[in-house]
């Protein structure tokens, strides 16, 4: 198998520390999972078991990633291995925005998907195992608003990170470059 000589640059050369590998692939998971539950209910009539079941899974699953983004947060910002950037000029620039505004969109959808289930004026609980409770009081008048823009900003995650896997593929087979390689296992 013969490979251009930018697959030999230090981008192929160079992996992600196994925590920040998981962190990445289990975020990927958690948004797709949380965005088809979310897409699977708005075709089941109001008030069903199976819409309330997925839901309470939609709800969970979202503190689930509530506490995987923090942590995937703190590990970046202390301990995850920094790597040189593997392209430069405008794909740099592109790969930075584009990487900021992700995590941008992942906080604020935590902090809508908290003020919109707090704005129904309903608890929610943690796979049954435990409630969160309001700590913060949000008329109703406010709940379409909110899930509006839950709804915009999860659209928004997803399309931009189609848009990220797809410069993944992009660089891994016409740059082949070794940037996807980078967030799989090292081994």
Do not use: C, K
């Not at 075709?43 to 199976?50: K, S």
């Not at 935590?110 to 409630?131: H, N, T």
Request: hydrophobic share 55%; no cysteine.
């Amino acid at each position: 198998m013969t490979t251009s000589s930018s697959a030999a640059a230090p981008a192929a050369l160079a992996h992600y520390d196994r925590a920040t590998i998981v962190f990445h692939w289990l975020t990927a998971l958690l948004v797709v999972g949380l965005f088809a539950l979310a897409e699977a209910w708005g075709f089941l009539p109001r008030g069903t078991p199976t819409r309330r079941l997925l839901q309470s899974l939609h709800i969970s699953f979202g503190l689930l990633f509530a506490a995987v983004f923090v942590l995937r947060a703190a590990w970046r910002l202390s301990a995850g291995r920094r790597l040189p950037p593997a392209t430069t000029g405008w794909f740099r620039i592109a790969s930075t925005g584009a990487h900021g505004l992700l995590y941008a969109l992942m906080a604020a959808q935590i902090v809508l998907g908290f003020l919109f289930r707090w704005a129904q004026g309903e608890p929610f609980a943690f796979f049954g195992l435990f409630d969160v409770p309001t700590l913060i009081a949000i008329d109703r008048e406010r709940r379409h608003f909110i899930g509006g823009l839950h709804n915009t900003v999860a659209w928004t995650i997803v399309i931009l990170a189609l848009l990220h896997a797809l410069a993944g593929l992009f660089h891994h087979y016409l740059l082949r470059d070794g940037v996807l390689r980078r967030m799989l296992s090292s081994r």
